[in-house]
């Protein structure tokens, strides 16, 4: 078993190093360095996204807080139960997570919000090492190709037989579901590639599935 705890000094991947040194000069107040995942240690739930956003997870330090893809999401999360407000705006808004955990394939944030596959291939461990950790029927939401092939890249798994369809789910070994998901960006939705109703058709289900166990 690869295990490998999260590092919050990880400096592996010489871009995203020199890339958060050059953000940290210019924003000293943001968090700019790996985003840790965030929720609860035993999660029914377990979102994986793609990276932290420059002016959200990257400034405030959590997964999806103060950008725009974390307005959907945490409203969401908020009417189905697994969180206890609406919003995430910082560290210290008291926003708490019930039966669900959030993460992100790449922990730091990458130039243009990409990652290069060495990048999702280094920071893939850490991946790997929280899903581990689930339950064995835990629920994984993948927000993406990119979060989709990265958790199936954990798992030591083949794409071909699990490709990525938005609503899409997987079974996965020793029980666990992995579920997809259109990323819930300012793109994705502006464009009406992902609605609101897609989105919360996805987490009726997941409540279900959960149910059901």
Request: charged content about 20%; glycine content about 8%; proline content about 7%.
């Amino acid at each position: 078993m690869n295990k490998k705890a999260f590092d919050p000094a990880c400096r592996q991947c010489p871009r995203l190093a020199s890339f958060l040194t050059d953000v940290k000069n210019e924003y000293p107040d943001y968090h700019a360095q790996p985003v840790p995942s965030f929720g609860v240690p035993d999660p029914d739930l377990l979102i994986v996204g793609l990276a932290p956003g420059m002016h959200g997870a990257n400034a405030t330090g959590r997964p999806f807080t103060g950008d725009f893809a974390g307005i959907l999401l945490y409203n969401t999360l908020f009417k189905y139960g697994f969180s206890n407000q609406s919003t995430s705006t910082s560290g210290a808004d008291g926003l708490k997570l019930n039966g669900c955990r959030i993460t992100n394939a790449v922990k730091c944030l990458p130039p243009q919000n990409k990652p290069t596959t060495g990048e999702i291939t280094m920071c893939n461990p850490y991946l790997r090492n929280e899903i581990l950790g689930l339950k064995h029927r835990a629920i994984i939401l993948a927000l993406g190709t990119i979060a989709h092939n990265a958790v199936l890249k954990a798992m030591k798994l083949k794409i071909q037989p699990h490709k990525f369809a938005h609503g899409a789910e997987h079974h996965l070994p020793d029980g666990r579901l992995l579920i997809d998901s259109y990323h819930c960006s300012r793109y994705n939705t502006q464009t009406r590639r992902l609605t609101e109703e897609m989105f919360t058709t996805v987490f009726a289900r997941i409540c279900e599935r959960i149910k059901a166990v």
